[in-house]
T-cell receptor, first 118, second 116 residues
């Protein structure tokens, strides 16, 4: 069964700390891994990773994929209270139709709930 | 604001009833995906439509159905509702079918369904 597992499930840190969130996956056909941040409402896109070893950065957030270890990490440096959210990891798992087309769906992990205390 | 709209924002109904949730994708996006998010199950993929055609099904119950209309908006129909159907229902949209695996899905604000 295809699955995505995130750890830890929850994390409490203080402002200024650096955190590392983990995501591991077992899927039939891996194409890409995505990170989303979910605050009170809809998930918002952070990163998409397709190649191993290439770090993607956006401000204090960065992420990297390790296809050999079937995993990814999301780092947040100098955390702020505004970083408090659930961080979701999803893997795109395509399959191929008989007529030659392909499609797939995102398989989500259960998320890591990050709480940043002032 | 992702550009994806969903109505209604909240819905309270009783067991056995039927409801319809509506989603309008971002301008130019041809794909609509429906997800259910509950406390214990996390985000679960339900169904995907591309340009009016059903393309993939996930963990969608037989009591649930969806369609995508010519103007590309989509509706998710939930019938014979049970207490366990209470959840947040999100739709997301993307430009294509994600065949390349390199497209981002943009999520709407969700519809919170409460079945009493």
């Amino acid at each position: 069964e295809d699955k995505v597992v995130q750890s830890p499930l929850s994390l409490v840190v203080h402002e200024g700390d650096t955190v590392t969130l983990n995501c591991s996956y077992e899927v039939t056909n891996f194409r890409s891994l995505l990170w989303y941040k979910q605050e009170k409402k809809a998930p918002t896109f952070l990163f998409m990773l397709t190649s191993s070893g290439i770090e993607k950065k956006s401000g204090r957030l960065s992420s990297i994929l390790d296809k050999k270890e079937l995993s990814s990490i999301l780092n947040i440096t100098a955390t702020q209270t505004g970083d408090s959210a659930i961080y979701l990891c999803a893997v795109y798992n395509p399959w191929y139709m008989n007529y030659g087309g392909s499609q797939g769906n995102l398989i989500f992990g259960k998320g890591t709930k990050l709480s940043v205390k002032p | 604001d992702s550009g994806v709209t969903q109505t209604p924002k909240h819905l309270i109904t009783a067991t056995g009833q039927r409801v319809t949730l509506r989603c309008s994708p971002r301008s130019g996006d041809l794909s609509v995906y429906w997800y259910q998010q509950s406390l214990d199950q996390g985000l679960q993929f339900l169904i995907h439509y591309y340009n009016g055609e059903e393309r993939a099904k996930g963990n969608i119950l037989e009591r649930f159905s969806a369609q995508q209309f010519p103007d590309l908006h989509s509706e998710l129909n939930l019938s014979s509702l049970e207490l366990g159907d209470s959840a947040l229902y999100f739709c997301a949209s993307s430009v294509g079918t994600q065949a390349s695996g390199e497209e981002t899905q943009y999520f709407g604000p969700g519809t919170r369904l409460l079945v009493l």
